[in-house]
């Protein structure tokens, strides 16, 4: 690795460190250092039930799920939005603005809806299979209009439009749907990390992990890919088998993140651009690592500052994203024409 | 009987069952230039992506150094056939260096990092090609010419006994016309490897090939040594122009209006 690479990574692990320890002691109760201490020891130490005091189930029950939750799901976002620009071969690419997050956010309300409605409890793992099945539909119907349109930006415009259909549905659904239950949808719907519990934490870090070393396996291949489809077949890419693999893996990631966060907006499009940016290179063994930590510090950042700065309001955490990150989007569109 | 590297018995290239290049025979040999020429659309690219094995044969018989193309493993082909495409690629923040070194993939590890020999192999190929001085820049802000170097250069460290390339010499100004078929008969001359390429310029192909294969825009083929190919009114038959406004003998086109 080179010099600049290892001060890129040592700064993201403190800066996430850093994160970490303010979004503990953030939030509507404050906190001293020895209440947070405490409350994370009693909590490892009774296990997830039965802890003591209220400061501590506060740390442990409710902040350290959730700030987990961050640093996974941002990272999952990140690797997703790197996955898709390198399959696309254009920086201006992300599960968001292609539609897939809507898409996965329209199969888990109707999920939630109807099995709520039908009274039968709806599990994590439950959850992140409709989300997936939802971010293959969308990601189905993008590539289905890739191959007949040439332009990128043609193809960012349907992402958006079909974004826009399945929230309109999903919204029309969470609408009229009269179970208190399916209230809650609405939050979700919007982008939250509110709620996330110890259940949601296991499923999402096995999964997350499980893609991510499956991503950073294909490293390889995904370097030849950069130089083009040809080049990689003609050095002995299995190039149908990668192009399928990269779907699956950007789907299941996005996936994953909507189905315990909903939508979050930007940070698979314009993490992966710092992250380049930052640490000047294209290699995918140290982009793909570097993203993960990038969407991690990027989403626990934004994550403090929607529960903190309204607090006891929270902000959905698409507003913070979306305040932070699309400004960076334009910037990045900019700069290609200007090139 | 002489090693050969590319055999083709009677192949038809095209694309889902559409021939553009019928009935190709050629068998080429190690240090020899096959140049491939015809009109646009007569299936020059189209052939290339064949043999490469980039695209279906369509029928006859490719072999590579003996062995059927279409009963060979990916990463077997990518030992033994090189490409250098027209396209234009895009790797961002790429250095020079590293898209050379991305040709060493067939023998990288699982994590395709480079070992120092193969270090030492891509700098050489960056000698070679006389690449050493943009080796440090990014891919994207070099020149058409030294692009096209870099490009060669990447597949001289992918270490194959063949070498294809479409167009090497398209867009690429008098210098860097020179440049590259100089290094490309240098790797043949003296690395003993077997280039076939197509290309536009008939004056470069007689200077330089060693047998032609020319496509018609029916979809024929006809192989030559230059000598036979540059005679009489064949280059105006095949490229549809009258017998006067070309010059067999030096290669040049007579413009007359």
């Not at chain 1, 077949?233 to 789907?251: C, P």
């Not at chain 1, 315990?260 to 698979?268: E, H, I, N, R, T």
């Given at each position: 690795m080179k010099k600049r690479e290892i001060i890129a990574f040592t700064i993201m692990i403190l800066m996430t460190v850093l994160l970490a320890c303010w979004n503990l002691t953030a939030g509507s109760l404050s906190l001293s250092a020895r209440d947070i201490v405490s409350g994370l020891l009693g909590g490892f130490a009774s296990g997830t039930q039965g802890v003591g005091d209220t400061a501590a189930a506060v740390i442990f029950q409710i902040r350290l799920p959730r700030l987990i939750a961050a640093i996974f799901l941002g990272g999952a976002l990140s690797v997703s939005g790197f996955l898709l620009q390198t399959f696309f071969n254009n920086p201006i690419a992300g599960p968001y603005v292609l539609g897939i997050?809507?898409?996965?956010?329209?199969?888990?309300?109707?999920?939630?809806?109807?099995?709520?409605?039908?009274g039968v409890h709806i599990s994590s793992a439950g959850m992140v299979v409709a989300a997936f099945l939802g971010s293959l539909l969308a990601m189905g119907f993008v590539l289905a209009i890739s191959t007949r349109v040439n332009s990128m930006s043609v193809l960012i415009v349907c992402g958006i439009l079909v974004g826009y259909i399945c929230s309109a549905v999903t919204d029309f659904l969470v609408t009229f749907a009269d179970d208190t239950n399916i209230v809650n949808l609405h939050n979700w719907s919007m982008g939250s990390l509110s709620g996330t519990d110890w259940e949601g934490v296991r499923v999402m870090t096995i999964l997350v992990i499980l893609a991510f070393v499956a991503a950073f396996c294909l490293s390889k291949p995904i370097g030849a890919y950069q130089l083009?489809?040809?080049?990689?077949?003609?050095?002995?890419?299995?190039?149908?088998?990668?192009?399928?693999?990269?779907?699956?893996?950007?789907?299941?990631?996005?996936?994953?993140?909507?189905?315990?966060?909903?939508?979050?907006?930007?940070?698979?499009?314009?993490?992966?651009?710092?992250?380049?940016?930052?640490?000047?290179?294209?290699?995918?063994?140290?982009?793909?690592p570097g993203c993960f930590l990038g969407g991690a510090m990027v989403l626990l950042l934004c994550d403090g500052i929607a529960r903190s700065v309204f607090a006891p309001a929270e902000v959905s955490i698409s507003s913070v994203t979306a305040v932070f990150l699309a400004p960076v989007v334009i910037v990045m569109m900019m700069k290609r024409r200007a090139n | 009987m002489k090693f050969k590297s590319i055999e083709l018995r009677n192949i038809d290239a095209g694309y889902c069952d559409r021939v553009v290049a019928g009935g190709v025979s050629l068998d080429a040999q190690p240090g020899e230039i096959i140049a491939l020429i015809g009109p646009n659309g007569s299936g020059k690219s189209t052939l290339l992506k064949t043999i490469t094995g980039q695209i279906k044969c369509l029928g006859g018989e490719i072999r590579i150094c003996g062995e059927e193309l279409g009963s060979m493993k990916e990463s077997e082909v990518a030992r033994r056939i090189s490409l250098v495409t027209t396209a234009r690629i895009k790797p961002q923040l790429m250095t020079c260096r590293e898209v050379a070194g991305m040709g060493r993939y067939p023998y990288t590890g699982r994590l395709g990092l480079l070992t120092p020999e193969d270090e030492r192999i891509v700098e050489e190929a960056l000698v070679l090609t006389d690449s050493l001085d943009v080796a440090g820049c990014d891919f994207e802000k070099i020149s058409d010419g030294q692009r096209q170097r870099v490009m060669i250069a990447r597949a001289i460290c992918q270490d194959t006994d063949i070498i294809a390339l479409d167009e090497p010499t398209s867009f690429l100004d008098l210098r860097c016309k020179l440049s590259v078929l100089r290094i490309l008969r240098m790797l043949a001359r003296e690395k003993n490897k077997t280039i076939i390429m197509s290309l536009h310029e008939l004056d470069l192909v007689k200077a330089v090939a060693d047998r032609i294969v020319c496509l018609d825009s029916e979809g024929n083929s006809v192989v030559g040594v230059p000598g036979d190919i540059f005679y009489g009114d064949f280059i105006q038959n095949c490229f549809g122009l009258d017998a006067k406004e070309f010059d067999p003998e030096t290669g040049h086109l007579n413009i007359i209006f």
């Open positions: 997050s809507s898409g996965a956010k329209l199969t888990v309300a109707v999920a939630m809806i109807v099995l709520l409605g039908g083009g489809e040809v080049y990689a077949k003609s050095m002995g890419v299995n190039t149908r088998l990668l192009r399928l693999l990269i779907i699956l893996l950007s789907s299941l990631l996005s996936a994953t993140v909507t189905a315990f966060a909903g939508p979050v907006s930007f940070v698979g499009i314009a993490i992966p651009q710092l992250v380049k940016l930052v640490m000047k290179t294209a290699r995918p063994l140290v982009l793909i | -």
